[in-house]
């Protein structure tokens, strides 16, 4: 028999600590296992440390941070694991390592128990495969940091029983999470989705539209976005970030619209990461931070463009914008954004509602892509992608039919 609100979560590195303060705080019994005893040890140390905090914050009371703590256990033996409903993998990105780690505990778990995995971009069904439990198997894909952020990504894979599905996602709601379903494909929704956010912005520079600050200031004030696309690749990382937009390049069959940006490969190449070593992007040493990328061909006009339907666009938005090269950027980088959305939906990656929850939820958008769609009206958004593919004369903004 598996107990409802008990689960073992395998790897109590950053993702796993967060998750099992989710899950503890809400009311789960959770069973901690990390090759390291340590790690696990300091893990729920952590854990503590910043529900006191919370606590201090006038969040929860004492008592509620009291109570999760005492439901956390770190496993001394594994067949202290028979009862836990869920088991919950997230210890490094590696299918052997995953595979060679869970393997042993399904002995030790119920039959019926679930198999979840935090991975960010390895295959949920080929993991159930090696596993030789393919309808237990399923993606519970917290963001980080676990605790704040509000979205779980649940990935179906090809073989898991749509009850474990539901299950997961139940579990998730009722940690206060957003839910996105989305099928088992190379970056999921976010990691794919977001991307354009990110290479449209570069593209533009290497165009010789803008400068990064203008277009990060851009992005902030027209589009709402909390970051511009530079601060946010700063703070990634250039490497943590490229190396995404590699595999999700290389594993949907390299489309020009999510081709890898020169710039930010040179960036990389040269050792400016972001914020992490000084340099990237901006230069992290001054205040505000200055932009280390000058754009040599800076543009003011672009010859010889039509901006009937972008000025359209802008008015049915209200952008109230007097400067033609930011509504220009703004559009080449939401319609890049609005145009991998469309691309999902068609190659089955997840519905509507669940791509608009994941960008909304998983990186902050202020609307998600098909609201803004509809806010624009789905002739005008198909006019302005037309304009915007004669601007740019690549394909990447041709939309699915
Ligand atoms: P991490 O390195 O912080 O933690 C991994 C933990 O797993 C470590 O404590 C390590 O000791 C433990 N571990 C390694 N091998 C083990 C084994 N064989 N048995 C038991 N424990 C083992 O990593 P993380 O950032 O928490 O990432 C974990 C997973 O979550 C990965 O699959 C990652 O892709 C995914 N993920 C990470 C993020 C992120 O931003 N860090 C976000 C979403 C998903």
Redesign the pocket.
């Known amino acids: 028999m598996t107990v409802e609100n008990e689960i073992a979560i ?7 600590a967060g998750i099992a303060q989710v899950a503890a705080i809400h009311g789960w019994s959770v069973r901690m ?4 005893p340590e ?1 696990a040890a300091k893990a729920k140390d952590g854990i503590g440390t910043r529900l006191q905090r919370q606590v201090e914050k006038g969040r929860i009371s004492e008592s509620e941070a009291g109570e999760a703590m005492v439901r956390l256990h770190i496993v001394q033996s594994d067949s202290e694991l028979d009862s836990c409903e869920v088991l919950l993998e ?4 590696d299918m052997e ?1 995953k595979t ?2 869970v393997a042993p505990l399904l002995d030790h778990l119920h039959s019926e128990a679930i198999i979840a ?6 295959s949920v069904t080929e993991l159930g495969q090696k596993l030789g439990c393919p309808s237990r198997v399923v993606g519970m ?4 940091p676990a605790p704040i952020m509000k979205l779980v990504e649940v990935i179906r894979g090809r073989e898991t029983d749509p009850v474990v599905v539901d299950r997961i996602a139940e579990i998730a709601s009722s940690w206060n999470k957003h839910v996105a379903v989305a099928a088992d494909t190379p970056g999921f929704i976010v990691n794919r989705v977001a991307r354009p956010y990110y290479l449209e912005a570069f593209r533009c520079m290497e165009d010789g539209l803008a400068t990064a600050d203008l277009i990060d200031e851009t992005m902030r004030s027209l589009g709402g976005f909390r970051m511009g696309p530079f601060e946010l690749t700063d703070f990634i990382g250039h490497d943590v970030n490229t190396a995404t937009t590699r595999t999700v390049w290389d594993c949907w069959n390299r489309p020009t619209r999510l081709a890898p940006s020169l710039m930010q490969e040179q960036l990389v190449a040269e050792g400016r990461l972001g914020k992490k070593s000084g340099t990237g992007v901006y230069d992290w040493s001054t205040e505000p931070p200055s932009p280390t990328i000058h754009p040599s061909n800076e543009a003011s006009t672009v010859p010889g463009f039509d901006m009937g339907s972008i000025m359209k666009m802008a008015n049915q938005l209200d952008l109230k914008c007097q400067n033609p090269i930011q509504t220009i950027v703004f559009a080449r980088i939401l319609f890049a954004i609005l145009n991998e959305a469309l691309w999902a939906q068609h190659d089955g990656v997840a519905e509507a509602a669940d791509i608009d929850t994941a960008m909304q939820y998983g990186v902050n958008y202020p609307i998600g892509p098909f609201k803004w769609m509809e806010d624009i009206g789905l002739d005008l958004v198909k006019e302005t992608m037309k304009s915007l593919e004669s601007m740019t004369g690549d394909g990447r903004f041709i939309t699915p039919d």
């Open positions: 395998l790897g109590t590195g950053a993702m796993g296992i990390d090759c390291d790690t997230a210890i490094v990105e390592i060679k780690a995995t935090n991975t960010s971009s390895l894909h917290f963001f980080n």
